[in-house]
């Protein structure tokens, strides 16, 4: 079946992370979207009931696009520790709690590391484009890495100051955003966002 192309216009971001937001702003600059979030709509954020980053995805790009009137995109992202059996994977942002605490959240990871060897882990970003008829597309993004302590840096959100991408001797938390934008996981999802639905 063919994939359905965004047609240019206003676009939510089915998110209420002003991180997230940001992140998703820059990516989408090119193309030209007029975009304004989930959040400055002032639309609910639904509950995360899904069991995958894909599921939980297009939960909040259909319950935005059908709110606005507008196609949505979402996207749902998370570490999965290969020791930690993947975890906290889709908890990833509940793992800080309630006030989005993550350094909290980053202690809780090291906490579970201790005395395992095998600090790897994987940073995954799952994107819904929806629009308000019900039609969606998805894609899903990775990068693999490892888990350091102390957390370095103040750039980036969520778990970037553990999170030193493979091939670099930096974490995402001590990297320039623009060179971010091109290794992460929400980068590599983006450019088969763009290719499916964003491209001539």
């Not at 509950?47 to 939980?56: A, L, P, S, V």
Request: hydrophobic share 40%; glycine share 12%; net charge negative.
């Amino acid at each position: 079946m063919m994939s359905r192309r965004w047609n240019g216009g206003r676009l939510v971001i089915a998110s209420h992370n002003e991180g997230k937001v940001r992140e998703i702003r820059a990516l989408l600059d090119p193309f030209g979207a007029d975009v304004v979030s989930a959040g400055a709509l002032g639309l609910p954020e639904p509950e995360e009931t899904e069991k995958t980053f894909i599921g939980n995805a297009l939960l909040k790009a259909h319950a935005a696009a059908s709110a606005a009137g507008i196609p949505a995109l979402a996207d749902d992202s998370g570490l999965a520790v290969t020791a930690l059996g993947g975890d906290p994977g889709i908890y990833s942002a509940r793992w800080a709690g309630p006030t989005k605490d993550f350094a909290h959240a980053m202690r809780k990871v090291e906490d579970g590391l201790a005395g395992k060897t095998d600090r790897s882990g994987t940073f995954i970003c799952a994107l819904a484009l929806a629009w308000p008829d019900g039609h969606a597309e998805t894609v899903e993004g990775t990068i693999s890495g490892e888990l350091v302590w102390p957390p370095r840096g103040l750039q980036g959100f969520g778990y970037d100051p553990m999170f030193r991408p493979a091939g670099y001797d930096i974490t995402f938390g001590e990297m320039d955003p623009a060179t971010k934008h091109e290794i992460s996981h929400r980068a590599d999802a983006f450019r088969q966002l763009v290719a499916r639905c964003f491209e001539p």
